[in-house]
């Protein structure tokens, strides 16, 4: 909140009694989420850089529920959206969100997953990964969260050629 006379520097056309109004509008278009009182994250802001996931946590396929959602044409700002809706369980370290422009690290109990998005020239995808725990339903739980936001994020567009794929994870010649 203390960098808004800053941020918005004309004091015209964004007078100061109307900042948390336009923070208010902000979140309720998925574009930014409070962290605290004095603090908001605005998503599309974030780095570009991806983050790595915390020490313990291993995300190899046999080790993994996978999803991935395969787009004709990726729209903008749905990763970010994604963020913002899912922000209570975007997971710490040390202080900080592990989340970037193009992904996120969730945490749910004892289940932990990362939602990525490839968007390159010949991939345009979300890949979906969950840790399998001693805990299926937690992981269950946290897959049904993330699927569903990604489902209702995606219903948002008009016409959006989306396939959700489940890949094999038997092994990795499979």
Known sequence: LSDLPKIWSNS?????????????????????????????????LLENT????????????????CVNYQYDFMPAGLMTRFIVKVHNYIAHEEGKNLCWKKGVYLI???????????????????????????NSLDERELLYIIRETIRNLNDTFNNLNVQELVPCNCGPKC
Request: hydrophobic fraction near 35%; charged fraction near 35%.
């Open 12 to 44: 015209e056309i964004y007078p100061e009694d109307k900042y948390m109004f336009l923070l208010r509008i902000m979140e309720k278009f998925d574009l930014c989420y409070e962290i605290n009182e004095e603090t908001f994250l605005v998503a599309e």
């Open 108 to 134: 749910h109990k004892s289940a932990y997953a990362s939602v990525v998005m490839k968007d390159s020239i010949s991939e345009k995808m979300i890949e979906v990964k969950v840790h399998k725990t001693h």
């Open 50 to 65: 991806t983050i790595d996931c915390p020490k313990d946590w291993k995300f190899e396929d046999e080790e993994c529920i």
